[in-house]
Antibody, heavy 120, light 107 residues
Framework: EVQLLESGGGLVQPGGSLRLSCAAS????????MGWLRQPPGKGLEWVLS????????YYADSVKGRFTISRDNSKNTLYLQMNTLRADDTAVYYC?????????????WGQGTLVTVSS | DIQMTQSPSSLSASVGDRVTITCRAS??????LNWYQQKPGKAPELLIY???SLQSGVPSRFSGGGSGTDFTLIISGLQPEDFATYSC?????????FGGGTKVEIK
């Protein structure tokens, strides 16, 4: 059974940093691209970043470029999201998600989400 | 960026109804269109990928169609567990973008 478990969310001040983790199990982690997506309270879904199974290519939304970094440790089956220079409009539930296959951009498994609140 | 526009933004329907949700892309995206279902407080779940392919485990009352710029999600015979928000997503080009969602409520 595929499981994705996010952690690391919480309250942070504007300009601060936070690191999210996503522990994966139930599939061959290194074989699949992974992504981080977010959903501001009461709003729609937004793709944020993704990277290939080997981690050699990363893709970013313009809204987070230069501030957020996605990485993975395939030996630990874990995906990371380093968030720096956080802004109020980064407030959202952050989901890690497994790509369907072939770096398609379709996500067939999602974690339960972790809430990041940026506020003073 | 490719803009995805869903309609309606919400609808009320009864158990057993046939429900149609549409999604329009601001430019041609071939069949690079997925549909997700999301219930309150839960993560999205993939229903349909590549416009018309049913994700494993999804009931056959869900179907998707379309190509180019116009797409539909049809629920044939709405069930109580189908009351949720449905969102389309294009994977034709980066950034990946989603529609604003359609909330299906009980009439």
């Amino acid at each position: 059974e595929v499981q994705l478990l996010e952690s690391g969310g919480g309250l942070v001040q504007p300009g601060g940093s936070l690191r999210l983790s996503c522990a994966a199990s139930g599939f061959t982690f290194s074989s699949y691209a992974m992504g981080w997506l977010r959903q501001p309270p009461g709003k729609g879904l937004e793709w944020v970043l993704s990277l290939t199974g080997s981690g050699d290519r990363t893709y970013y939304a313009d809204s987070v470029k230069g501030r957020f970094t996605i990485s993975r440790d395939n030996s630990k089956n874990t995906l990371y999201l380093q968030m720096n220079t956080l802004r109020a409009d980064d407030t959202a539930v952050y989901y890690c998600a497994k790509d369907y296959g072939g770096n398609s951009g379709a996500y067939n498994f999602w974690g339960q989400g972790t809430l990041v609140t940026v506020s003073s | 960026d490719i803009q995805m526009t869903q309609s309606p933004s919400s609808l009320s329907a009864s158990v057993g109804d046939r429900v149609t949700i549409t999604c329009r892309a601001s430019q041609r995206i071939n069949s690079n269109l997925n549909w997700y279902q999301q219930k309150p407080g839960k993560a999205p779940e993939l229903l349909i990928y590549a416009a018309s392919s049913l994700q494993s485990g999804v009931p056959s009352r869900f179907s998707g169609g379309g190509s180019g710029t116009d797409f539909t999600l049809i629920i044939s015979g709405l069930q109580p567990e189908d009351f949720a928000t449905y969102s389309c997503q294009q994977t034709y080009s980066l950034p990946l973008t989603f529609g604003g969602g359609t909330k299906v409520e009980i009439k």
